[in-house]
């Protein structure tokens, strides 16, 4: 039995949703819903995994007004039925696997029957940033369980302490108001990348395969140079790893990946994802469509 994801959707930043990662993720996630014919009261678990969002908020979680807005159980359970459980996940371009494997938690011990995951980041808004680097854009992912061997394998993750911080993000106090600032050095790339293939490594030997058995290498970030240093240390070709399309998609980007290859894999195929962010940390797993 393993988690399976049963659809995936994306929303991008017009001008209306170009500062409100809120509006991007709850545009994401109704339109995941609608693409499996579920309704918003069906989901038991909703997680947010994004970061970047609307006037640097911190509180409350971003999870629970997504929940209010798509009108997932917004009200007590009643006598007899659920309601939906709702909390953040912060983890950066790793934050979707990460979400990923808390649901597979609640599912394999039948505590849930269905999981929606979202992640948004948009420019918190006019002054509340310095150059923000990444592109509005919101991602979502249903997901229930199989009785069979399809879906998610156990996550495999690395931390590497030994290199100095190539990427930081923080809030601070100027002229009154908080305003973000995100640092990205040149090496973060070769960071990233390094700490990625020593999570698929670790991944492929536990379950006794070659990347040679894997049909797709889905990947983020979405960054040019990562996905060249990644393909050259997993020694694959760098069409063989699929990123989203835009690269400065920032925690939507595994969905976006994840949503290129389902439209095209094949029923039993093998899929390697693959996730690397901030500190430097990295996450592998295999998905078995």
Known sequence: ???????????????RYRHS????????ARRCLDGAGRDADDVDLLINAGVYRDRNLGEPALAAMIQ?????????????????FSFDVVNGPCGVLTALQVVDGF??????DWALIVASDADPGHGMSE????????????CTRSGDDRGLGRPYWVNKNDVRE?????????????????????????????????????????SSLSVADIDAIVAAPARTRYRAALAAKLNVPQDRVT????????????????ARVRSEA??????LVVAAGAGVTAGAALYRV
């Open 1 to 15: 039995m393993g988690t399976v994801i049963e659809e995936t959707a994306l929303a991008k930043g017009r001008w």
């Open 21 to 28: 990662a809120l509006g991007l993720a709850v545009k994401a």
């Open 68 to 84: 209010q807005d798509i009108g997932a159980n917004p009200e007590e359970p009643h006598a007899g039925s659920h309601g939906t």
């Open 107 to 112: 599912l394999r011990a039948n505590a849930i």
């Open 131 to 142: 150059r923000f680097p990444f592109s509005p854009a919101g991602g979502a992912l249903l």
């Open 166 to 206: 190539c990427y930081s993000a923080t809030v601070g106090m100027v002229d009154h108001r908080n305003v973000l600032r995100v640092f990205n050095d040149d090496s973060a790339d070769e960071a990233f990348a390094e700490a990625a293939a020593r999570a698929a490594g670790d991944c492929l030997n536990a």
């Open 243 to 258: 990123v989203a399309d835009d690269e400065r998609m920032h925690t939507a980007s595994l969905v976006a990946a994840l």
């Open 266 to 271: 094949r029923p039993g195929a093998r899929l």
